[in-house]
Antibody, heavy 119, light 107 residues
Framework: QVHLVQSGAEVKKPGASVRVSCKAS????????MHWVRQAPGQGLEWMGV????????IYARKFQGRVTMTRDTSTTTVYLDLPTLTFEDTAVYYC????????????WGQGTQVIVSS | DIQMTQSPSSLSASVGDRVTITCRAS??????LAWYQQKPGKVPKLLIY???TLQSGVPARFSGSGSGTDFTLTISSLQPEDVATYYC?????????FGPGTKVAIK
């Protein structure tokens, strides 16, 4: 069955960078786009962007354009989210989520990665 | 960008009650609308896509309707395990915006 397994929690200082990974298994990796969603403490879900796993290109939410990079490695069936120059406002749980089969709703989600930015 | 709103922001109902949550898009999105359930401390779960199609394994007490700009999620008979925050989401095109959420509690 489909599994999305994300990397572990991170604690970073302001100005540092973080890479979150999401390893996919149980399906044909290149057949489905992968999205990143974040959730700040006590807040709602915020769509960050999507990576075309087959072609490698990405589309970002306006808020994150120029700030984040989403990539994939087809040899390891892993997608990555890179966030440079972290601020306190980047403290959140970050989720990868797969585009659904026949629909672009998100049918499978990773377990989430907590990123805490603290001085 | 299209904005998504939800109402109410929270509600409290008794077990067995019929519960309705409304989602509105600032522009038409035909039926490219999904609903998610997020229980406290858990990962969001897809309930409904294409506005009214129940995801496999989701109890039949959940249903969705609507098209264009106005959508509804209905729980026909609220159960204790339905305590959660519910989010709508548009996915006709990027950005794949979520609504602000509706928190459902048991009275």
């Amino acid at each position: 069955q489909v599994h999305l397994v994300q990397s572990g929690a991170e604690v970073k200082k302001p100005g540092a960078s973080v890479r979150v990974s999401c390893k996919a298994s149980g399906y044909t990796f290149t057949s489905f786009y992968m999205h990143w969603v974040r959730q700040a403490p006590g807040q709602g879900l915020e769509w960050m962007g999507v990576v075309n796993v087959r072609g490698g290109n990405s589309i970002y939410a306006r808020k994150f354009q120029g700030r984040v990079t989403m990539t994939r490695d087809t040899s390891t069936t892993t997608v990555y989210l890179d966030l440079p120059t972290l601020t306190f406002e980047d403290t959140a749980v970050y989720y990868c989520a797969r585009d659904g089969e026949g629909t672009s709703s998100f049918d499978y989600w990773g377990q989430g990665t907590q990123v805490i930015v603290s001085s | 960008d299209i904005q998504m709103t939800q109402s109410p922001s929270s509600l409290s109902a008794s077990v067995g009650d019929r519960v309705t949550i409304t989602c509105r898009a600032s522009q038409g999105i035909t039926n490219f609308l999904a609903w998610y359930q997020q229980k406290p401390g858990k990962v969001p779960k897809l309930l409904i896509y294409s506005a009214s199609t129940l995801q496999s394994g989701v109890p039949a007490r959940f249903s969705g309707s609507g098209s264009g700009t106005d959508f509804t999620l209905t729980i026909s008979s609220l159960q204790p395990e339905d305590v959660a925050t519910y989010y709508c989401q548009k996915y006709n095109s990027a950005p794949f915006t979520f609504g602000p959420g509706t928190k459902v509690a048991i009275k």
